[in-house]
């Protein structure tokens, strides 16, 4: 929906329109596909390899243990913003490449998450039951550890999910965004020349941000109170 150029929130454009004249709620809707789309994709990735790496280091330990926490380490003390505007200013800046570099760099806290829950669930009574009966290690971590452990995996895939929205906007703010995807960190630096004279083409991308970042950390809490039998323990 396209109007005149700088119109103030009102009845025809519920959120004004920006220097170009393009309805901003309707941006804010289509922005919204794209922020949501890299969050979501970007923490599935984090969470794939944090579960693997995790897993492995907590389920085996010794030397495995070793090498998969000074790697994860490594990956740590990396300055994460700073990394992925140099990969993402190298490789493209593609909603892919977007998705693959945040989710390259947000894996070590969940795999230090995982290696924990594994260390401690291997050890239990259920486990060492199913390892006397014969299970092989890949149906011990499959079948008997990983679910036990998904309640932690859950809620911390919640919040990467609000984690990575935050990455994508700050990248696409700096316009190292998918030109093509219009996201609302895109819709932020668009607006920053426009800030005096145009408040609502900030003010409304910032506010959906704020607002769904809010929402998943709200849901994060939710799914712990819900899933963490320790609480429920307590209760």
Known sequence: MVGKPFLPPGDEHLFGTDDLGRDVYSGIL???RISLVV???AA???VAIGV???GLSGYYGGKIDDLLMRITELFLVLPRFLVALVMVALFGSSVLNVIFVIGILSWPGTARLVRAE????KEREFAQAAKALGASDGNLILDEILPNASPSIIVNGSLQVASAILVEGGLSFLGLGDPN???WGLMLGNAQRFIRTAWWMAVFPGISIF??????????DGLNDALNPRLKERQ
Do not use: I, R
């Open 30 to 32: 289509h922005g919204a």
């Open 39 to 41: 969050g979501f994709l």
């Open 44 to 46: 599935a990735t984090s």
């Open 52 to 54: 693997s790496v995790g």
């Open 118 to 121: 594994f260390m401690s669930l």
């Open 181 to 183: 995807m219009p996201s």
């Open 211 to 220: 607002l769904v970042v809010l929402g998943l950390n709200l849901v994060g």
